[in-house]
C-alpha cells in the first residue's frame, strides 16, 4: 500500500512566522513531489515541485526533500493570513497507475495564519 | 478561460439518476484523472486516462464510467447515483511522468 501521511493540523502559526509542513512517504523508489494549496472549497493549486535531495526555494517557498528519510517538507516565510488554508503533499508513484505513475496525495495540513 | 473547465459547478440530483460530470482542457494534455474528495479522506482517484484510447480504473471505480472522447474532453458518468457519491469531483491533467496536476475548479455533487 503506497501512502502519503501528514499531520491533519490544524497548525496555527501568528502572521510573520514561519510555517513548516511535513509529510513522509512510504514508496522508497519515488522520484517527484508536489505542493499544492488548496483554499476551502476551491480547487488544489500547484505551488511547489522538487525531484531532488535539498532545498528549493520560490519566493517565500522553501521546500526540502530527503530521500533517504522519505521526508518532504515545505517552509512558508514571513507567513500572511491569505496563506491560511490546507497544503497537500503529494507523491508520483511508478507502481501505482502503471510504469507511467501516478500521484498520491496526503489528506492535507490546515494552516491558519493569525493576524 | 480557465485551462480545465468542469461542468455543471453543482448539482443536486435523486437517488437512482443517471449524471455526467463534463470536464474539458485547453492544456493540450494527454494524461487526464477524475478526483473525488470527501472531508477527513482527501483526493482519492476513480479513473484515469493517458490518451484518447486509454482508460483505467483508480482506487474507487466502482459506481463510476468514464468516456474519453477527445484528447480534450474527459467525462464522469454515475450511472445510478446513490446517496454516499456525495461529494467534490475534481478533473486533473497532467503533461507528462514528471509533471504535476492541473485541477479544474470542481464539480460539488449532492445526491438526495
Known amino acids: 500500500q503506497k501512502e502519503v501521511e501528514q499531520n491533519s493540523g490544524p497548525l496555527s502559526v501568528p502572521e510573520g512566522a514561519i510555517a513548516s509542513l511535513n509529510c513522509t512517504y512510504s514508496d522508497r523508489g519515488s522520484q517527484s513531489f508536489f505542493w499544492y494549496r488548496q483554499y476551502s472549497g476551491k480547487s488544489p493549486e500547484l505551488i511547489m515541485s522538487?525531484?531532488?535531495?535539498g532545498d528549493k526555494e520560490d519566493g517565500r517557498f522553501t521546500a526540502q526533500l530527503n530521500k533517504a528519510s522519505q521526508y518532504v517538507s515545505l517552509l512558508i516565510r514571513d507567513s500572511q493570513p491569505s496563506d491560511s488554508a490546507t497544503y497537500l503533499c503529494a507523491v508520483k508513484v511508478l507502481n501505482y497507475g502503471g510504469s507511467q505513475g501516478n500521484l498520491i496525495f496526503g489528506k492535507g495540513t490546515k494552516l491558519s495564519v493569525k493576524p | 478561460d480557465a485551462d480545465v473547465t468542469q461542468t455543471p459547478r453543482n448539482r443536486i440530483t435523486k437517488t437512482g439518476k443517471r449524471i455526467m460530470l463534463e470536464c474539458s482542457q485547453t492544456k493540450g494534455h494527454d494524461r487526464m484523472y477524475w478526483y473525488r474528495q470527501d472531508p477527513g479522506l482527501g483526493l482519492r482517484l476513480i479513473y484515469y486516462?493517458?490518451?484518447?484510447?486509454?482508460?483505467n480504473k483508480g482506487e474507487i471505480s466502482d459506481g463510476y464510467s468514464v468516456s474519453r472522447q477527445a484528447q480534450a474532453k474527459f467525462s464522469l458518468s454515475l450511472e445510478s447515483a446513490i446517496p454516499n457519491q456525495t461529494a467534490l469531483y475534481f478533473c486533473?491533467?497532467?503533461?507528462?511522468?514528471?509533471?504535476?496536476?492541473?485541477f479544474g475548479s470542481g464539480t460539488r455533487l449532492t445526491v438526495v
Open positions: 486533473a491533467t497532467s503533461g507528462g511522468t514528471n509533471y504535476g496536476y492541473t
Open positions: 486516462s493517458f490518451d484518447v484510447k486509454d482508460i
Open positions: 522538487i525531484y531532488s535531495n
